[in-house]
C-alpha cells in the first residue's frame, strides 16, 4: 500500500489507510494460511525526529520501512488516497510515484484505488480506455483532467480485472473484502466480514448515493426475519411472506428494507442467493443445477444467467477458480 509520508497524513484520509491494514494486515491464520503479506510503501525518504515541515493541517505523518521500489514485484498495489491539494488544486504528484506505478503494473501487479487514490492510476495512464469511479463528490474533476477514463460516478466499486478502482469510505471496505472474495473464496470473505461486524457483499453496482440510507429509528425488527430468509433460500420467497413473519404491510416492509440496505427484498434476496451459490460452488462438487435448488436460483440456466450478469462468469468458471475441498458430491 502506498502511503504518501513526506507530506503528512489527514486525519480524515486514515479511515481508506486504515482498511488495508484492517483486510490485509493481520493474519487470519484459521482461515487461510499463509494470509495475505501488507507492506507500507513511503513515498518519501526515511523521517526523522523533530522534523517540522509537515503542514500542521495534515495530521500526522507515518514512518515507514519500504519505499517506492518495493512496489515492483508486489501481487498487488493499493493506493488509498492522494493529498487533497493534488485533488482540489491540481498539484502535480510526485513522479516518482507515477514511475513507480507503472513499473508495478508493467510486473503484472494487480491495482487498486480507494476514494482519490484513482487520480494516481489516471496520471500513470492506468484507467485509460477503463470504466472507473471514485468518491461522488470528486468524479466530475477525475473525468475532466482525465477525458479517456469512463467515469462511473453512481457505484460503489469497478472491478476491471486486474485495475479496481472504488469510491470513498466504507466502498473501499467493501472492494478490499471482494479482493478477498476473488482471491480465497466466498466463505472466507463472508467469515471475516462476520469478524469484521460488517455486511458480507456489497455488489459494487450498488448506488454511492442512497437517499435515507439509515433507518429512521433501531429496533432490529428486520434482524429476524433476514435471518429467516437467509436460512431458507432455497424455498420460494415473495415480499408478502418476509413481511407476513415481519408483521409489516409489504409496504412497510419494502420501506423498511431499502430504507435499511439501500436495496429492494427482491434485490437483497438475489444477492443473497448468489452468495449461497457461490458458497456451494467454491466447497462442494455438486451440480450446477443442484447448486441453482439449494441457493433457490432455480434451474442451471436462471443460475448461469444471473452468474453472467452480477458476477460475470459462468458458475462453471467460477467453480474452477476455486477447487472443491470436499463436501457434497456430485456428477
Same mark, same amino acid.
Given at each position: 500500500?502506498?502511503?504518501?509520508?513526506?507530506?503528512?497524513?489527514?486525519?480524515?484520509?486514515?479511515?481508506?489507510?486504515?482498511?488495508?491494514?484492517?483486510?490485509?494486515?493481520?493474519?487470519?491464520?484459521?482461515?487461510?494460511?499463509?494470509?495475505?503479506?501488507?507492506?507500507?510503501?513511503?513515498?518519501?525518504?526515511?523521517?526523522?525526529?523533530?522534523?517540522?515541515?509537515?503542514?500542521?493541517?495534515?495530521?500526522?505523518?507515518?514512518?515507514?520501512?519500504?519505499?517506492?521500489?518495493?512496489?515492483?514485484?508486489?501481487?498487488?498495489?493499493?493506493?488509498?488516497?492522494?493529498?487533497?491539494?493534488?485533488?482540489?488544486?491540481?498539484?502535480?504528484?510526485?513522479?516518482?510515484?507515477?514511475?513507480?506505478?507503472?513499473?508495478?503494473?508493467?510486473?503484472?501487479?494487480?491495482?487498486?484505488?480507494?476514494?482519490?487514490?484513482?487520480?494516481?492510476?489516471?496520471?500513470?495512464?492506468?484507467?485509460?480506455?477503463?470504466?472507473?469511479?471514485?468518491?461522488?463528490?470528486?468524479?466530475?474533476?477525475?473525468?475532466?483532467?482525465?477525458?479517456?477514463?469512463?467515469?462511473?460516478?453512481?457505484?460503489?466499486?469497478?472491478?476491471?480485472?486486474?485495475?479496481?478502482?472504488?469510491?470513498? #469510505?466504507?466502498?473501499?471496505?467493501? +472492494?478490499?473484502?471482494?479482493? *478477498?472474495?476473488?482471491?480465497? $473464496?466466498? @466463505?472466507? &470473505? =463472508?467469515? %471475516?466480514?462476520?469478524?469484521?461486524?460488517?455486511?458480507?457483499?456489497?455488489?459494487?453496482?450498488?448506488?454511492?448515493?442512497?437517499?435515507?440510507?439509515?433507518?429512521?429509528?433501531?429496533?432490529?425488527?428486520?434482524?429476524?426475519?433476514?435471518?429467516?430468509?437467509?436460512?431458507?433460500?432455497?424455498?420460494?420467497?415473495?415480499?408478502?411472506?418476509?413481511?407476513?413473519?415481519?408483521?409489516?404491510?409489504?409496504?412497510?416492509?419494502?420501506?423498511?428494507?431499502?430504507?435499511?440496505?439501500?436495496?429492494?427484498?427482491?434485490?437483497?434476496?438475489?444477492?443473497?442467493?448468489?452468495?449461497?451459490?457461490?458458497? #456451494?460452488?467454491?466447497?462442494?462438487? +455438486?451440480?450446477?443445477?443442484? *447448486?441453482?435448488?439449494?441457493? $433457490?436460483? @432455480?434451474? &442451471? =440456466?436462471? %443460475?448461469?444467467?444471473?452468474?453472467?450478469?452480477?458476477?460475470?462468469?459462468?458458475?462453471?468458471?467460477?467453480?474452477?477458480?476455486?477447487?472443491?475441498?470436499?463436501?457434497?458430491?456430485?456428477?
Amino acid at each position: 500500500m502506498v502511503v504518501t509520508e513526506e507530506i503528512g497524513v489527514p486525519s480524515w484520509d486514515l479511515y481508506e489507510m486504515s482498511i488495508p491494514c484492517t483486510v490485509f494486515g493481520k493474519p487470519q491464520p484459521d482461515l487461510a494460511d499463509p494470509w495475505y503479506d501488507l507492506r507500507l510503501c513511503g513515498t518519501g525518504q526515511p523521517q526523522h525526529e523533530g522534523r517540522d515541515d509537515v503542514p500542521a493541517a495534515a495530521g500526522l505523518s507515518l514512518r515507514t520501512r519500504y519505499g517506492l521500489d518495493d512496489l515492483v514485484g508486489a501481487d498487488t498495489v493499493i493506493v488509498p488516497s492522494v493529498p487533497d491539494d493534488c485533488v482540489e488544486e491540481g498539484r502535480p504528484l510526485p513522479q516518482r510515484l507515477i514511475t513507480a506505478l507503472r513499473r508495478a503494473y508493467d510486473g503484472g501487479a494487480r491495482m487498486v484505488s480507494l476514494c482519490t487514490g484513482a487520480f494516481a492510476l489516471a496520471e500513470a495512464g492506468l484507467l485509460d480506455g477503463r470504466r472507473a469511479t471514485a468518491h461522488w463528490m470528486h468524479t466530475a474533476q477525475l473525468a475532466e483532467r482525465y477525458p479517456k477514463v469512463q467515469v462511473d460516478d453512481s457505484v460503489l466499486y469497478v472491478d476491471d480485472g486486474d485495475v479496481l478502482t472504488s469510491a470513498g #469510505l466504507t466502498a473501499g471496505l467493501d +472492494l478490499c473484502l471482494h479482493l *478477498v472474495r476473488r482471491d480465497l $473464496g466466498a @466463505g472466507i &470473505a =463472508n467469515q %471475516l466480514a462476520r469478524r469484521m461486524v460488517v455486511p458480507a457483499h456489497r455488489p459494487g453496482g450498488q448506488a454511492q448515493f442512497i437517499d435515507l440510507s439509515v433507518p429512521t429509528t433501531d429496533d432490529g425488527s428486520l434482524g429476524p426475519v433476514l435471518d429467516w430468509a437467509r436460512a431458507h433460500l432455497d424455498q420460494p420467497l415473495t415480499v408478502e411472506d418476509l413481511a407476513r413473519r415481519a408483521a409489516m404491510s409489504p409496504r412497510t416492509f419494502y420501506r423498511r428494507l431499502q430504507e435499511a440496505t439501500g436495496t429492494t427484498p427482491l434485490q437483497w434476496l438475489l444477492n443473497q442467493r448468489l452468495g449461497r451459490a457461490q458458497s #456451494l460452488l467454491e466447497s462442494t462438487t +455438486l451440480p450446477i443445477d443442484k *447448486v441453482g435448488e439449494l441457493s $433457490g436460483l @432455480g434451474t &442451471a =440456466n436462471n %443460475l448461469r444467467h444471473h452468474f453472467l450478469r452480477q458476477i460475470g462468469v459462468s458458475p462453471s468458471d467460477y467453480r474452477r477458480a476455486f477447487p472443491a475441498k470436499g463436501g457434497a458430491a456430485g456428477r
